[in-house]
């Protein structure tokens, strides 16, 4: 698929999982649970052990999911992955080089940033998303709906901190996706390789999303 589309793939799904785990063979077992639960994307952190692996096994074993890299930190690793497959790039903080770079490739650029300044500066550097991170610590969604104001047709992905009680309230506040990690691949439910309980979690989130967003797309009531 192209840029455009993955674009459009990851925002209608609305949900980006972080996998930040100790293996490749764990971070394999959560990427299957989470598509398998209704979420056909993945982020695979390079954090991971042997994760530009993991990337590429999953582009060519699980065509059906949009497969991406966290944690790029330099353009050397941002090639290795683009080789790899992966059709989106992001890390925790802003990099215009990383920016250029996928976009030359035509990849989904996903930097992350925190204040205007930051937003602003990959917003005119051509960034897809830009990853708000970490969300949660600097206000949850009041900040979101803080940045639409001056941003209002910027995709926002709310990151860090978003669990079943604010996933809503983030999509309500305007974010165009969720970054979501430990809240939807517990690691102890990788350890005990409970893929249902992946499962019902990724399946809960994405109904959070699909009924907040259908909230924010109710028409309000006429006038008596």
């Not at 598509?35 to 530009?52: D, N």
């Not at 050397?76 to 030359?104: M, N, V, Y």
């Not at 897809?128 to 949660?136: T, W, Y």
């Not at 979501?180 to 809960?204: M, N, V, W």
Request: proline fraction near 6%; charged fraction near 20%; aromatic fraction near 6%.
């Amino acid at each position: 698929m192209k840029r455009d589309e993955i674009h459009a793939r990851i925002e209608r799904i609305g949900i980006i999982p972080a996998v930040r785990l100790s293996s490749a063979e764990d971070a394999l077992f959560a990427a299957e649970a989470v598509s398998r639960g209704g979420i056909p994307i993945v982020e695979i952190e390079m954090t991971v052990p042997g994760a530009i692996a993991v990337i590429a096994h999953l582009v060519k074993h699980a065509p059906q999911m949009i497969v991406g890299a966290g944690d790029v930190f330099d353009s050397d690793i941002a090639r290795q992955c683009i080789d790899a497959g992966a059709q989106f790039l992001t890390s925790p903080g802003l990099d215009l080089k990383i920016i250029e770079f996928a976009l030359g490739a035509d990849v989904v650029a996903m930097p992350g940033a925190l204040t205007p300044t930051e937003v602003t500066r990959a917003w005119k550097a051509g960034a897809d998303f830009v990853k708000v991170f970490p969300c949660a610590q600097v206000g949850g969604d009041t900040y979101i709906r803080a940045l639409k104001a001056p941003f209002p047709n910027l995709p926002l992905v709310a990151s860090g901190g978003v669990n079943q009680h604010t996933a809503a309230n983030f999509i309500l506040a305007g974010a165009a996706a969720l970054g979501i990690g430990g809240e939807l691949i517990p690691k102890d439910a990788i350890r005990l390789r409970q893929s249902e309980r992946i499962f019902t979690l990724a399946h809960r989130f994405a109904k959070f999303v699909a009924n907040a967003r259908a909230l924010l797309h109710q028409s309000p009531p006429s006038a008596k």
